[in-house]
């Protein structure tokens, strides 16, 4: 059975960094798709970065683009989110995302995605 556990999410100021780590087990077959979506009170669920797992080719919402870094760690199962320049915007909780299928859309789609983690909330003061 898959399972994501997130964990690294904390309480920070604005302009301090978090990084974020998503442990996955259960499956032997490489994902296709791995991401990090947020949820903040009140909004909808956005995706935040995405990687492709074989090519290594990565996605960014424009609003953390140049503060935030997926990576990927294949001998460990785990994905990684450095986060950077933290803002009070990016005050949410955090969800690891994967998927095995080539199909469905890309990457940076949450309704591709069948595995969900448990999500780590992220809360950034001014």
């Known amino acids: 059975q898959v399972q994501l556990v997130e964990s690294g999410g904390g309480s920070v100021q604005a302009g301090g960094s978090l990084r974020l780590s998503c442990a996955a087990s259960g499956y032997t077959y490489n994902m296709y798709c791995m991401g990090w979506f947020r949820q903040a009170p009140g909004k909808e669920r956005e995706g935040v970065a995405a990687?492709?797992?074989?090519?290594?080719?990565?996605y960014y919402t424009d609003s953390v683009k140049g503060r935030f870094t997926i990576s990927q760690d294949n001998a460990k199962n785990t994905l990684y989110l450095q986060m950077n320049s933290l803002k009070p915007e990016d005050t949410a909780m955090y969800y690891c995302?994967?998927?095995?299928?080539?199909?469905?859309?890309?990457?940076?789609?949450?309704?591709?995605?069948?595995?969900w983690g448990q999500g780590t909330q992220v809360t950034v003061s001014s």
């Open positions: 995302a994967a998927d095995f299928s080539r199909y469905g859309g890309s990457c940076d789609s949450a309704g591709r995605y069948y595995y």
């Open positions: 990687i492709y797992t074989g090519s290594g080719s990565t």
